[in-house]
């Protein structure tokens, strides 16, 4: 009697190695997309909530009508820090955050914040 694998027990044992790696380098990817995704939303909501601290601070120039504000501009006069270079980062992308518009509006005694994006 013969010990020892043949030739089909070490491809099959190969294919199935190939298999299991396949499907855990799948899932790792799709929980790094679903981080990079949420990084990016937290950076957002960040952004909203300095806007908000902007609005507050100049209540006087503020409307029903949306004043606009970059993230660069909330990182210019100090509300945001800076990543690197004077730009926040999207994560998903890495491309620079800072054109992105915020509206800032008083209703009702209440300072609002949204990405201008979601209403036009």
């Known amino acids: 009697m013969k010990k020892g694998f043949t030739i089909i027990e070490v491809v099959a044992s190969i294919a199935i190695v190939l298999m299991i790696t396949a499907i855990v380098m799948l899932s790792a990817a ?3 997309d679903k ?3 949420q ?3 937290e950076k957002i909501n960040l ?3 300095k806007a ?3 609005g507050n601070d100049n209540l006087d120039s503020l409307s029903t009508t949306c004043k ?3 993230i660069g501009d909330l ?3 100090n509300y945001l820090a800076e990543e690197e270079n004077g730009q ?3 994560p998903r992308t890495n491309e620079s955050m800072n054109n992105i518009w915020i509206c800032v509006t008083y209703e009702n005694n209440e300072i609002k914040t949204y990405l201008r994006d979601e209403v036009e």
């Open 30 to 32: 799709g929980i790094s």
């Open 35 to 37: 981080s990079k995704k």
């Open 39 to 41: 990084i990016y939303e």
């Open 47 to 49: 952004a909203l909530v």
């Open 52 to 54: 908000k601290e902007y």
């Open 68 to 70: 606009g504000v970059t």
């Open 75 to 77: 990182i210019n006069m």
């Open 88 to 90: 926040i980062y999207d």
